[in-house]
């Protein structure tokens, strides 16, 4: 089991951290994030420092101890650095552009898919080929990254499609003619 609950958060400078009967409030350059917290979790904030204590020591009161403190560590560097992701398009005319608050992209289909873009993200295309998401929530520039990529999952034959540009694409060898028996 996971002993990451234990460790404490340091909050930076230029953040404000707010407690409310059981939600967390992050405040910084980048936003603001909100999350709410079961009750069997306290969250103490004191000294520029963050720590959280369970209830008991069962398994699941466990789980979510290491699961907010995630959560409420994520937020912090969220607000401070922010988060990005990096899609690859790959294929014979397949692009991305951005139109305003519209994420255009040209896969293959017959026609264009047009993704609207969510409030509290930014979305840019520095080539054709490439999409660079970036936010202050984790989650949500993660999910946005995986609804495009479900758009035009990589093709294991020739790597046409879009993929995380740290992703591994395993690449299946096609057939070869002419190499069977006389």
């Known amino acids: 089991m996971s002993r990451i609950g234990r460790k404490e958060i340091i909050v930076p400078a230029g953040v404000n951290v707010s407690l409310e009967g059981n939600v967390v409030t992050v405040k910084g350059p980048n936003g603001t994030l909100t999350q709410e917290v079961d009750k069997i979790i306290t969250v103490n904030i004191a000294d520029g420092k963050i720590s959280l204590t369970r209830a008991n020591d069962e398994n699941k009161v466990k789980a979510k101890h290491g699961l907010y403190r995630a ?24 692009k991305a552009s951005v139109k305003g608050d519209t994420l255009v992209l040209n896969l293959g289909y017959s026609h264009e898919n047009e993704v609207k873009i969510e409030k509290g993200l930014k979305v840019e295309c520095p080539s054709q080929t490439e999409i660079k998401i970036s936010g202050a929530n984790k989650e949500q520039v993660g999910q946005f990254a995986s609804n495009i990529r479900d758009l035009r999952r990589v093709e294991p034959y020739h790597g046409y499609g879009v993929h995380y540009s740290d992703e591994v694409v395993i690449r299946k060898v096609g057939k070869t003619a002419g190499k069977g028996k006389k």
């Open 71 to 94: 959560l409420i560590a994520n937020m912090v560097k969220g607000v401070t650095e922010g988060f990005s992701k990096t899609l690859v398009i790959a294929g014979v005319g397949y």
